[in-house]
């Protein structure tokens, strides 16, 4: 996936923001929350950092291409950075990055879900 087809599918999912912050890094949100970041890749690869479940975590940070991202994980968040695609493909990025966008958006509160049109319940 190169940074052009990633920033397309982050937009492609509901409620989104973009900002390209922290050393140039595509930055993506749901209710001015972090999803999804793009950049910081030492190779040719782009590197892809999103946040998975902790069963996820613990799977996927032992898959050739995948590690703990940088920074997050070591403060104790479930975040993994993508730097090849070794293990995960790009469908499955894109399952990964939906994944990622729902968790945020779960977390968000109830009124600011049904301002963003995720819970129409009241």
């Not at 190779?43 to 613990?58: H, I, M, Q």
């Not at 703990?68 to 104790?76: F, H, K, M, T, V």
């Not at 090849?84 to 469908?91: A, G, K, L, N, P």
Request: proline content about 3%.
């Amino acid at each position: 996936m190169d940074l052009d087809a990633y920033n397309t599918f982050c937009a492609s999912l509901p409620a989104t923001t973009h900002v390209v912050q922290w050393g140039d890094a595509h930055v993506w949100k749901v209710g001015g929350k972090v999803f999804a970041i793009a950049g910081w890749s030492a190779g040719d690869d782009l590197a892809v950092t999103f946040k998975v479940s902790e069963f996820a975590f613990d799977i996927l940070r032992e898959q050739p291409g995948l590690r703990p991202a940088p920074y997050l994980a070591s403060r104790g968040m479930t975040w993994i950075q993508r730097v090849s695609d070794d293990s995960m493909d790009d469908d499955a990025l894109k399952d990964y990055l939906r994944e990622s966008h729902r968790i945020v958006a779960e977390k968000l509160t109830r009124k600011l879900r049904r301002e963003l049109g995720f819970d129409q319940s009241r």
